[in-house]
T-cell receptor, first 119, second 107 residues
Framework: GAVVSQHPSRVICKSGTSVKIECRSLDFQATTMFWYRQFPKQSLMLMATSNEGSKATYEQGVEKDKFLINHASLTLSTLTVTSAHPEDSSFYIC???????????????FGPGTRLTVL | KNEVEQSPQNLTAQEGEFITINCSYSVGISALHWLQQHPGGGIVSLFMLSSGKKKHGRLIATINIQEKHSSLHITASHPRDSAVYIC?????????FGAGTQVVVTP
């Protein structure tokens, strides 16, 4: 079954509004979560890395004030796109670094993604 | 020069055929992921491997760290296997993503 879920799977919003995307590690603690973005016909690009209880580390070129990341618990990270504009329309994917029960090493699992359309 | 090269870019197979997708990379890695992306965009984690071989159902992934090469095999392919398969080597989170291989399996 899925290890990482995202909600919502699709969202359409008006320009200027804020949108929150949730990423949950199901039944497992995620020490680190990663947020990626994928524009049409392009590869995934890492936006930021977040560790529970600390500030996210953003990749070069990603505006931290526009893409707010909160990682308040070991199973939940949220990405809020503030004052969204049409150019923010994209596919947003999270992944989590988890330690599965009985495993000796961590594994990284990807969420199914959230398609954001800003009108 | 791309740090991750996948081949082929596109592949069409008939149901039941054996499929192989190759991935060569030049980056240093802690692990390599194989992902499946469906037409609607949804991503599924298939494998994360750092050595040897893993098998899950009809899917087999292998990696040769010395040669910096990985392969994904689909045995007894089925139309529901039609998707884009993405190779992503790298370090935790900081992965380099291949351009993907579009696989179409016809009945």
């Amino acid at each position: 079954g899925a290890v990482v879920s995202q909600h919502p799977s699709r969202v359409i919003c008006k320009s200027g509004t804020s949108v929150k995307i949730e990423c949950r590690s199901l039944d497992f603690q995620a020490t680190t979560m990663f947020w990626y973005r994928q524009f049409p016909k392009q590869s995934l690009m890492l936006m930021a890395t977040s560790n529970e209880g600390s500030k996210a580390t953003y990749e070069q070129g990603v505006e931290k004030d526009k893409f707010l990341i909160n990682h308040a618990s070991l199973t939940l990270s949220t990405l809020t796109v503030t004052s969204a504009h049409p150019e923010d329309s994209s596919f947003y994917i999270c992944s989590a670094r988890v330690r599965l029960a009985g495993a000796s090493t961590d594994t990284q699992y990807f969420g199914p993604g959230t398609r954001l359309t800003v009108l | 020069k791309n740090e991750v090269e996948q081949s082929p870019q596109n592949l069409t197979a008939q149901e039941g055929e054996f499929i192989t997708i190759n991935c060569s990379y030049s980056v240093g890695i802690s692990a390599l992921h194989w992902l499946q992306q469906h037409p609607g965009g949804g991503i599924v984690s298939l494998f994360m491997l750092s050595s040897g071989k893993k098998k899950h159902g009809r899917l087999i992934a292998t990696i040769n760290i010395q040669e910096k090469h990985s392969s994904l095999h689909i045995t007894a392919s089925h139309p529901r296997d039609s998707a884009v398969y993405i190779c992503a080597p790298g370090w935790w989170g900081k992965l380099q993503f291949g351009a993907g291989t579009q696989v179409v399996v016809t009945p």
